[in-house]
């Protein structure tokens, strides 16, 4: 269900780092920013031979582009893959906070801390690391800045036997308000996008299963699951001149599915 992106130099040598970017989400927000002309960096964790197809994809269509390991998860790592960067180029305008570990679908009272940890550490700690990391290296304070979340529909819409997914994308939520007015006087842009169901990795059996797809897109109010493609989309304009007054919100990508929830209650 991708498309090619046809960009129009919206992001024109900006430099953005895409955390995850080696498949789902992150794919297709890194393959966008390198349309609209921005130097991508590329990272993964466990696919690398992901993160260098997108990279090397990036570069075909005539942009820049690295492919670098990063475990968010771990501050140490998070320190230096910044520092290449910068070292690199100089700088990075863009920040998006992307990668994310699923579920345990583990009830609470079953939970050990350790599978807890892994899911705070990822989804939520991850990202403090970067921004830390980033807000640290903004040596010139006339650059414009942009920090960018992918949460979910789960930090409002919660699941049975995920608490630790949903309390990491609620605490997201709230970290990038918090960081918003931290940062709005200092020409940095911090926003937040909750998808819903999208067709990646993470829903491999709808990704899979047209009759499990189609079930689910059921409770959706405009019957298809969402793309990769669809989340990139506000993504850019998220990181572009044209939301530039925009700081501090959340731009929800689900097909009406949040509102539509409890309908019929």
Not at 10 to 25: E, F, H, M
Not at 227 to 238: G, H, I, Q, R
Request: glycine share 8%; charged share 25%.
């Amino acid at each position: 269900m991708a498309h090619c992106y046809t960009g129009m130099n919206r992001l024109k040598d900006k430099v953005a780092l895409v955390t995850g970017s080696d498949s789902g989400i992150g794919r297709a927000i890194a393959l966008a920013y390198g349309a609209e002309g921005a130097k991508v960096v590329v990272t993964y964790r466990s696919d690398e031979e992901g993160g260098t197809r997108t990279a090397e994809e990036i570069k075909a269509r005539g942009s820049d582009a690295i492919c670098l390991y990063l475990d968010v998860s771990d501050e140490t790592v998070v320190a230096s893959v910044f520092e290449e960067i910068i070292h690199r180029y100089g700088r990075i305008d863009i920040l998006v906070n992307n990668a994310g570990v699923n579920g345990s679908n583990i009830r609470v009272a079953e939970m050990d801390s350790e599978t807890f940890d892994r899911c705070l550490k990822t989804n939520l700690y991850g990202p403090f690391f970067c921004c830390r990391e980033y807000l640290r290296r903004q040596a010139d304070p006339n650059s414009d800045g942009n920090i960018i979340f992918i949460s979910s529909i789960h930090e409002d819409v919660n699941t049975a036997g995920n608490a630790d997914y949903n309390a990491s994308k609620a605490a997201i939520k709230n970290f990038s308000r918090s960081l918003s007015l931290e940062l709005a006087d200092k020409r940095i842009r911090v926003n937040n996008i909750a998808p819903g169901m999208i067709l990646t990795e993470m829903n491999q059996e709808a990704l899979e299963n047209e009759r499990v797809r189609k079930q689910k897109e059921q409770h959706i109010p405009m019957k298809r699951a969402g793309t990769p493609e669809d989340v990139a989309n506000v993504a850019v304009f998220l990181a572009s001149a044209e939301s530039g007054y925009v700081t501090g919100a959340t731009y929800v990508v689900d097909g009406g599915l949040m509102i539509q929830l409890g309908q019929g209650a």
